[in-house]
């Protein structure tokens, strides 16, 4: 079965520090993988995205994740933590070829990102 | 524009009563989607549609049903609203496919 795994539902960091955030999934088909970000009382905006192209994958607001097949990991990292940087995270797989669902996004629970002066 | 725009934003209510909450999208995208977000943030998808197919979360209960006027709208109506229901629910469109979603701002449904 199609899967993803947040680890830790509460990340704190300091401002200025780093930020990692950890994904894994499982699949028996090749993943799409996305991260989502939601500030309280808001919709989810896309962050990034891997399509099967470029490993590391740049997107917004400073935010990266690389992909890693051998370790079924897609971490999301930014270098240093900003105070607008406090939300929570979804990392989230999709698949081109799965049956009737193609397109459905499967998504981890969540982890909650603080930021402290 | 925004791209993906849900009413109402808020809704309450009271168990047994029937309620609409309506979702339009301007990208031109094929597919919309429905999502139900717990008190815990967990989403799961409820619904994916395009002007071809309806394909249903078997875990969703038929009181829950999709209604789509035409391609850049997709409505959810709910029947007999139970405690249970009460969740934030979001709606999305994609190009199709496994390719980004855009999501709307949310509705928080409270069933009292």
């Known amino acids: 079965a199609q899967s993803v795994t947040q680890l830790g539902s509460h990340v704190s960091v300091s401002e200025g520090a780093l930020v990692l955030l950890r994904c894994n999934y499982s699949?028996?088909?090749?993943?799409?993988l996305f991260w989502y970000v939601q500030y309280p009382n808001q919709g989810l905006q896309l962050l990034l995205k891997y399509t099967s192209a470029a490993t590391l994958v740049k997107g917004i607001n400073g935010f990266e994740a690389e992909f890693k097949k051998s370790e079924t990991s897609f971490h999301l990292t930014k270098p240093s933590a900003h105070m607008s940087d406090a939300a929570e995270y979804f990392c989230a797989v999709s698949f081109k070829n799965y049956g009737g669902s193609q397109g459905n996004l499967i998504f981890g629970k969540g982890t909650k990102l603080s930021v402290k002066p | 524009d925004t791209a993906v725009s849900q009413t109402p934003k808020y809704l309450v209510t009271q168990m047994g009563n029937d309620k609409s909450i309506k979702c339009e999208q301007n990208l031109g995208h094929d597919t919309m989607y429905w999502y139900k977000q717990d008190s815990k943030k967990f989403l799961k998808i409820m619904f994916s549609?395009?002007?071809?197919?309806?394909?249903i979360n078997e875990t969703v209960p038929n009181r829950f049903s999709p209604k789509s006027p035409d391609k850049a709208h997709l409505n959810l109506h709910i029947n007999s609203l139970e405690l249970g229901d009460s969740a934030v629910y979001f709606c999305?469109?994609?190009?199709?496919?496994?390719?980004?979603?855009?999501f709307g701002p949310g509705t928080r449904l409270t069933v009292t």
């Open positions: 999305a469109c994609s190009a199709g496919g496994p390719l980004e979603q855009y």
């Open positions: 699949s028996s088909v090749p993943p799409y």
């Open positions: 549609y395009n002007n071809k197919e309806l394909i």
